[in-house]
């Protein structure tokens, strides 16, 4: 991840000047092969990532391309796409701007990794230590109120051996954070959202408007089922 950050920076510096006129993805609509997609844009935008199932390009200052490689990355822009759709998801994941024929391809808001759990807690005002662990919990309980509650009585507990002056204080009125409510409301309207994805700081990262949202929302329960899983 640091090294996908490190070549987003630069070419962020490098390609300001980049805009969608120069480069239409909508001609990708005529083409019949990703490879032919991926030649026809390489060495006209800059490559973020590529993986077994997508390739990223810079299009512009503030959006990517991604392309898909095979079916996997098919299902992937294609539950990317849904999600965005889907208004009590939305706040919690990348905006889609654009979406290809058969779900070739997406153009999706840029976002920036984070760079440390502590930028995390910084934009959100929620530990990362709490987010972890209540993500653990719903991954076991499946419920959210209830892996909230145990996250919560958990703290308190801690920070009474700590021996805090206020025991409880670091998870005090934490439930009306505003992540935490995105959080939730996405939870309760997509629980197909794998919890384990999510405990991982390199899935999350940041929008020009401070939003802190999943970088690859695509990776769903039942992208894994239907593509991943062995």
């Known amino acids: 991840m640091n090294n996908l950050k490190s070549v987003l920076d630069f070419w962020l ?3 300001q000047e980049l805009e969608e006129a120069k480069f239409n993805p909508e001609m990708f609509d005529k083409m019949d092969s990703p490879e032919q997609m991926i030649l026809t844009v390489a060495g006209k935008l800059p490559l973020l ?3 077994s199932s997508r390739a990223a390009f810079l299009l512009d200052s503030k959006r990517a391309l991604k392309i898909a490689k095979n079916e996997k990355g098919l299902a992937q822009n294609r ?3 849904e999600l965005a759709q889907n208004p009590g998801v939305a706040p919690l994941v990348t905006r889609i701007y654009k979406m290809g024929q058969n779900d070739a391809w997406v153009v999706s808001e840029l976002v920036r990794p984070l760079k440390n759990h502590k930028e995390f807690e910084q934009l959100t005002q929620v530990p990362w230590n709490f987010m972890y662990k209540f993500l653990g ?4 309980l499946g419920d959210v109120g209830q892996a909230f509650d145990v996250t919560v009585k958990a703290q308190i507990e801690a920070d009474k051996r700590a021996r805090l002056p206020v025991p409880g204080m670091s998870v005090r009125g934490i439930e009306y954070l505003p992540f935490i409510g995105r959080l ?3 939870l309760a309207n997509r629980p197909d ?3 384990a994805d999510l405990q991982l700081l390199d899935h999350w990262g940041k929008t020009p408007d401070q939003r802190v949202v999943l ?3 695509g990776y769903t329960e039942d992208v894994y089922a239907s593509h991943y899983a062995t």
């Open 137 to 140: 919990h719903y991954s076991s």
């Open 79 to 81: 539950a990317e796409y």
């Open 184 to 186: 939730f409301t996405a």
């Open 215 to 217: 970088l690859d929302s």
């Open 13 to 15: 510096l490098e390609a």
């Open 193 to 195: 959202l794998i919890p």
């Open 49 to 51: 990532g590529e993986g």
